[in-house]
C-alpha cells in the first residue's frame, strides 16, 4: 500500500517489481487512520481469518537505508519466512495490546487537519493547505506519514534538508515509533 | 448563507449554511446529506444508534445545528478552516482504538495502478502481509 500522493510518485517501482500480489495506492490515507500508521514501512502480520498477530512494526525488505535505522531485513525476512511456512513468530493474543500503539484525540486530529490541507491543496488553495499540513504536524510531531508524507505535496524534497532536520529531532526524541517487542524475542 | 464543503472522513458534501462564531451552523437537511445524523427527541442519531444530547441548547442554536458541538458530542475531532469554508469530521480516536485492540484487522477498499479496487477482506482464507511504504 502506497501513502503517496498519487498513483505516478510509486508507479516505476511497483512496474519494475511486476508483483503477483495487490499493490495498492492510498492518496488519502485511509490506511493510516485505520491502522494508526505513523512510518513507512510499517508491517502488520494477518492470519487465514483476519486477526492481526503481529501489530505494526517497522521493518525493511532490503538493506538501501540501514545507516539510517539501523534494522537488517534478513531477520525479518526470515521470521516472514518462518511465519508463513510453520506459523511461528505470531504473538498471543494476550500480549498484544501493550505492544500496539493506540490513536489519541491529538493524533486523530492531527488526521482530520491532515485531510483538510489536502483537500485545500487540490482546490488549489496553497497558502491555507500550509496552514493545515503545519498544524496537523505540530499535532502529530512524530508522524511521519504526515511530517514527511506531506513534503511532496507541498514542494519540499522529502531526501532534502527538511528530511534530515526532521530526522534529527525525531532522533533527539529518542526515535518514538511502534512499542512492539523485537522480532528475535517473539 | 454561504457554501461549507463538509467532509466526513473522505466524503465531500456542499451545504449552504450560516457562520456563527467561525462555525457553521448546519439545517437538519444539511446534517443529514454530510453526516447521515438526525436531531430526534431521544438524542442525535444516526440509523437505530442514538447519542444523548445533554445541552441541547449548545447543539442546536438559533441558526442551526452548531458543527463544533456536533462534533464534540460525538467524540469526533473537528478540523476546519473559516475562511475557505470547509471542515473535515474525522474519526472518532475511542473508535479506531477500540478497533485496533479487537485485533479484527480493518476492512479497506482501495485501488490498484489501473485504478481496479481490492478489499482486505478478499483475501480471507490466506495469510496477509500488510506493508505500508511509500515513494518518499
Known amino acids: 500500500m502506497a501513502l503517496d500522493r498519487n498513483a505516478d510518485d510509486p508507479r516505476p517501482y511497483i512496474e519494475r517489481a511486476r508483483p503477483t500480489h495487490p499493490s495498492l495506492i492510498d492518496s488519502e490515507h485511509v490506511l493510516a487512520d485505520l491502522y494508526h500508521i505513523i512510518n513507512v514501512p510499517t508491517v502488520i502480520w494477518i492470519d487465514e481469518g483476519g486477526r492481526m498477530v503481529r501489530p505494526n512494526d517497522s521493518q525493511f525488505g532490503t538493506d538501501t537505508f540501514v545507516q539510517f535505522h539501523g534494522k537488517r531485513s534478513a531477520p525479518f525476512l526470515a521470521a516472514v519466512r518462518a511465519w508463513v511456512r510453520e506459523g511461528r513468530g505470531v504473538v498471543p493474543a494476550d500480549q498484544m495490546r501493550p505492544q500496539q500503539l493506540l490513536p489519541s484525540p491529538e493524533s486523530q486530529l492531527a488526521r482530520a487537519e491532515f485531510t483538510l490541507a489536502w483537500h485545500l491543496h487540490r482546490a488549489g488553495r496553497t497558502q491555507a493547505a500550509e496552514r493545515h499540513f503545519l498544524r496537523a504536524g505540530e499535532l502529530a510531531p512524530h508522524d511521519w506519514t504526515i511530517r514527511r508524507g506531506s513534503m511532496p505535496i507541498r514542494g519540499i524534497n522529502p531526501m532534502g534538508p527538511e528530511f534530515f532536520k526532521l530526522y534529527e529531532e525525531w532522533k533527539a526524541a529518542g526515535a518514538p515509533g511502534y512499542p512492539v517487542r523485537p522480532l528475535e524475542e517473539s | ?136
Open chain 2, 1 to 136: 448563507m454561504a457554501s461549507w464543503t463538509l467532509i466526513d472522513e473522505t466524503r465531500e458534501t456542499r451545504v449552504e449554511a450560516e457562520t456563527a462564531g467561525g462555525t457553521p451552523l448546519l439545517s437538519p437537511a444539511a446534517v443529514r446529506a454530510a453526516f447521515d445524523f438526525e436531531l430526534k427527541p431521544e438524542g442525535l442519531c444516526k440509523g437505530d444508534i442514538c447519542f444523548p444530547v445533554r445541552d441541547r441548547s449548545a447543539l442546536a442554536r438559533a441558526g442551526g445545528i452548531d458543527l463544533g458541538a456536533f462534533a464534540e458530542l460525538l467524540g469526533r475531532p473537528l478540523a476546519m478552516d473559516t475562511e475557505e469554508r470547509v471542515a473535515v469530521l474525522g474519526a472518532s480516536p475511542t473508535e479506531r482504538a477500540e478497533r485496533l485492540a479487537s485485533l479484527q484487522a480493518p476492512d479497506f477498499t482501495l485501488p490498484d495502478l489501473a485504478g481496479k479496487l481490492h478489499s482486505l477482506s478478499e483475501q480471507r482464507g490466506k495469510k496477509v502481509l500488510l506493508i505500508a511504504y511509500a515513494s518518499w
